[in-house]
Nanobody
């Protein structure tokens, strides 16, 4: 069992930065691939970024590549998403998720078993 709690969302102007953090409970956190997804009003949940259990491999959606960075600290059971050069189209609820396939990165929500409650990110123009 893994419980995930996101923090760090808020309101920021276009071009600004935010850092999201996801705190996980459970002794098996370090074995999971961790991902960030987002969902804007009226849209489907979409993949943002993910990182394998070791942190060696990462993957990003094309829309955020070069602007967002995912990282994890297995000693603290946390996974962060640094978001720079934010755009109004980044406005969404951001969710942290955990996949049991620790060495593989999946980009579909169905591949992730545990989810946080989400944190709102709003980027004003």
């Amino acid at each position: 069992q893994v419980q995930l709690v996101e923090s760090g969302g808020g309101l920021v102007q276009a071009g600004g930065s935010l850092r999201l953090s996801c705190a996980a409970s459970g002794r098996t956190f370090s074995s999971y691939t961790m991902g960030w997804f987002r969902q804007a009003p009226g849209k489907e949940r979409e993949f943002v970024a993910a990182i394998t259990w070791s942190g060696v491999a990462t993957r990003y959606a094309a829309s955020v590549k070069g602007r967002f960075t995912i990282s994890r600290d297995n000693t603290k059971n946390t996974v962060d998403l640094q978001m720079n050069s934010l755009k109004p189209e980044d406005t969404a609820v951001f969710y942290c998720a955990a996949s049991r396939a620790g060495g593989v990165i999946y980009i579909t929500p169905e591949s992730y078993y545990y989810w946080g409650q989400g944190t709102q990110v709003t980027v004003s123009s």
